[in-house]
């Protein structure tokens, strides 16, 4: 029952940072006017960081990781994701004819458990604890 309740907490958070990401991204291109391809790794950096911090306090309680080194891991393992992200977005696109915002949601539910499963295994190394 422990399991579920920490991976409800995962998505939990998850879902906020992301929604934060989103919220960032829009009031940085479309109100400030800076370019996407710049508005993009700054905003999922903040969200990601933001994730992390949550994430560690009440998800994987008790890690057996540093702060710093399980950050960078956490960012590291964040930053494979965004790119498999971009790639099978770009896939559900193009060779799927899947709406944008429909294949990115869609891809979201994947990548965000096997980021979870990576966290909880081998960066936070809590899985059987609370």
Same mark, same amino acid.
């Not at 099978?88 to 949601?105: D, K, M, P, Q, W």
């Given at each position: %029952? ?13 879902? #906020? ?6 919220? %960032? ?8 006017? /800076?370019?996407?391809?710049?508005? *993009?790794?700054? *905003? ?10 949550? #994430? ?6 008790? #890690?057996?990781?540093?702060?710093? =080194? ?14 498999? *992200? *971009?790639?099978?977005?770009? &896939? ?5 004819? /899947? ?10 539910? &994947? /990548?965000? %458990? ?13 899985? =059987?604890?609370?």
């Amino acid at each position: %029952m422990h399991g579920l309740w920490r991976f409800l907490r995962y998505c939990a958070i998850g879902v #906020s940072t992301f929604l934060l990401d989103l919220a %960032m991204l829009y009031v940085a291109v479309s109100r400030w006017g /800076i370019p996407y391809y710049l508005a *993009t790794p700054c *905003t999922f950096l903040i969200a990601v960081s933001c994730n992390y911090a949550l #994430s560690r306090t009440f998800v994987f309680r008790g #890690s057996q990781r540093s702060w710093h =080194g399980g950050y960078l891991y956490f960012a590291s393992v964040a930053l494979l994701g965004a790119a498999a *992200t *971009t790639g099978l977005v770009t &896939v559900f696109v193009e060779f799927l004819g /899947i709406y944008y915002l429909l294949a990115r949601v869609l891809v979201a539910g &994947v /990548i965000g %458990m096997v980021n979870y499963l990576v966290n909880l295994h081998f960066n936070f190394k809590v899985s =059987g604890k609370y």
